[in-house]
């Protein structure tokens, strides 16, 4: 929690005296949402577009030397992912004069947030499950000492997670729906754990860092919560931010896990766990929000979810796990298991 408490908190001349500094760009500053860093669209006077991340001096440098090395990494065989430009000394990183704080520099991707779009078709969300397969076969065969860490967004963790900080969620009615939510899915993960692939994965495939022009994917941003966990996380994430407020969730998780399994197949006890994943996610989501407000209650950006996964959660739980993984892979074209 000290990174939030420590969080950057520059303003828009800040930023873009940064740019200046750092990066000889000329360029006018404004503000992108953020869990604990901060982000900035630069604009220079011609119209090219960048993104400048500065994280906290509190953060694990190593940890952003890992984010810069994944990009350039898949850089050669995924395009719709950010590249990290060097400063004028050629660095990767860049260090902010008084603060401390570490800056980079990425390469702007046009598009819209998936959490803008109105209507999400199914050839929109099975492009969304290629694009997340895609990126986790580029990272199939990444590694890198710092991703393998203790992190509380990791779905691994979701059992201590809600133990830790459920009791910090204030309404009533949340705590109860994420303690029956999770005492019924834990066992169902739990029970076929232990068949997961673990590799390193994104993470974050949430509405707000996947970006979209029509009916495809055209950006997968923000590398800060990658870990070496269960490869299955990754579709579990993207499908738990995409069937948000949808009336048909299981079809619109079929759709994306066919565009995953395309690109990136999944094994039996995978598909089987991933509806129920997903729903941890959004108990793990809610825990944490509410701890984070307590360290920083200004920060509206912790809990856009929120109201979201209020009205979700119960929906995606209330389908039977036998109907999902029947659902999944027929999605696939795969028969029923023996």
């Not at 990174?3 to 800040?14: C, E, I, V, W």
């Not at 604009?43 to 350039?72: C, F, H, I, P, W």
């Not at 004028?88 to 779009?117: C, Q």
Request: aromatic share 6%; net charge negative.
């Amino acid at each position: 929690m000290s990174l939030l408490q420590q969080a950057p908190r520059l303003d828009l001349a800040g930023a873009a005296r940064l740019a200046h500094d750092l990066y000889a760009l000329d360029a006018s500053a404004s503000s992108l949402p953020s869990e604990r860093d901060q982000n900035f669209l630069l604009t220079s006077a011609a119209g090219d577009r960048y993104v400048l991340k500065v994280a906290n001096a509190a953060e694990d440098r190593a940890m952003l030397e890992a984010q810069n090395a994944a990009m350039a990494h898949v850089a050669g065989r995924v395009a719709f992912c950010p590249r990290v430009l060097p400063t004028i000394a050629g660095d990767t990183i860049g260090i902010a004069p008084g603060s401390g704080h570490f800056v980079r520099l990425v390469t702007y991707l046009a598009g819209i947030p998936l959490a803008n779009v109105g209507t999400r078709t199914p050839a929109l969300v099975e492009h969304l499950g290629r694009a997340v397969g895609h990126l986790d076969a580029a990272l199939a065969d990444f590694d890198h000492a710092a991703i393998h860490r203790d992190f509380h967004w990791d779905l691994a963790n979701a059992a201590r997670v809600i133990r830790e900080h459920l009791s910090l969620v204030h309404d009533a009615g949340d705590r109860e729906l994420v303690a029956r939510v999770g005492a019924s899915v834990l066992p169902i993960v739990g029970a076929r754990s232990a068949a997961f692939r673990r590799t390193i994965v994104h993470n974050d495939a949430n509405d707000w860092n996947v970006l979209v022009d029509r009916d495809e994917v055209v950006g997968i941003i923000d590398f800060g919560d990658m870990v070496h966990s269960w490869t299955v996380a990754d579709p579990a994430v993207a499908v738990a931010y995409a069937v948000l407020d949808d009336p048909n969730p299981l079809a619109t998780a079929a759709a994306l896990v066919r565009g995953y399994h395309a690109e990136h197949p999944l094994r039996d006890e995978e598909l089987a766990a991933l509806i129920p994943l997903a729903s941890l996610r959004l108990c793990i989501s809610v825990c944490i929000a509410a701890w984070q407000q307590q360290q920083r209650p200004d920060n509206q950006y912790l809990t856009v979810s929120q109201e979201p996964i209020r009205r979700t959660l119960p929906a995606l739980a209330a389908i039977p796990a036998s109907i999902a993984e029947e659902t999944l892979r027929s999605a696939c074209k795969l028969g029923k298991r023996a």
